[in-house]
């Protein structure tokens, strides 16, 4: 990657920005072990389960939130290097072992160099993008089971996989980015147009509210939402069910739904890009500094009500 690509700025730059004050937070100070998880190795925040050679789960195991950042993009680099050497792999459903999340966002509070340093991934993208293209190219079957909030990157995931089933009583997806001043950067823009139309893609990406299993199925978001109690014997019985059949049939079929439907990869780098653009700005960097100030990335009632948060600020 050349060293003045726009995409080795990531959103580090506004931690970078905003933490190196030790007025920002006040909370900092005051470490709650309630809200406030202690590191976690990265083959543990992230579980690969083999169910069968032909069957994988991905779990994000990251309480309180499942926030992601580059230790955890490593992490799903490696399996998805593990995926894509094993020709065995027919399906692989990603899901959380998280009480109320699937996946919070991105994390925008480490430092800024952890993110620049990252190495381009295969397609010569930042390892955000990079993974998000790999997974919608995988010659496996993805699935994402969906419990809990799923926002930000959360939602880039899902919307990367091939299918998607969300909890009807638990499920919230959302974009939050526009509302915390910053475009987002995993390739919804790319995505949702093609999944539910460009009048609701815009009302999902600006409006920034989240959307329950029922409007997400109703919207095409995800493929259903099933009563919670039915959502992981469903995906598990699908995902059984496709491990049993023909991997070429698989891999045939796939391939040209993909030609049909998924977007040009340099769509997904147009949207990083925007994202890189947008999170340095000065108005986005003082929306990121409010949030802060009240509890981001700490269990609670921030984060809980993300979306709503975000519209309660106003500029000075």
Known sequence: MRPSSPAVLIAGAVAATLLGAPSVSPAADKINPRTTAAPR???????????????????????PLNIVGPAEMRR??????????DPRVKVVVF?????????????????????TGM????????????????VARLKAVTISSIRGRTSGI????????????????KALLSQFEVGAGFAPGGGPMARLPRLVGRGRAIEILIGAEALNGDLAERYGYVNRALPDA????????LATRIAGFDHQAIIDTKHLVDVASLPPDEEIRLGWDAFITSVQRPAAQAR?????????????????HLNQRTADYREP
């Open 41 to 63: 190795p990265e083959n543990e925040s992230i579980r690969l389960t083999r169910k069968s050679p032909a069957y994988w789960r991905i779990t994000f195991a990251n309480p």
């Open 119 to 134: 190495a381009p991934g295969p397609t010569g993208m930042h390892p955000v993008p990079d993974f998000m293209v790999r």
């Open 154 to 169: 959360g939602s880039e995931i899902v919307l990367a996989t091939d299918m998607r089933f969300a909890s009807r009583e």
């Open 230 to 237: 039915e959502l992981d014997g469903f995906v598990d019985r």
């Open 95 to 115: 899901d959380s072992a998280v009480p109320g999340y699937f996946m919070a966002h991105y994390d925008l509070l480490k430092p800024l160099g952890d993110s």
């Open 288 to 304: 990121v500094r409010a949030l802060v100030t009240r509890g981001l990335q700490q269990a609670g009632d921030l984060e809980d």
């Open 76 to 85: 799903l680099d490696e399996i998805l290097d593990r995926i894509e050497a």
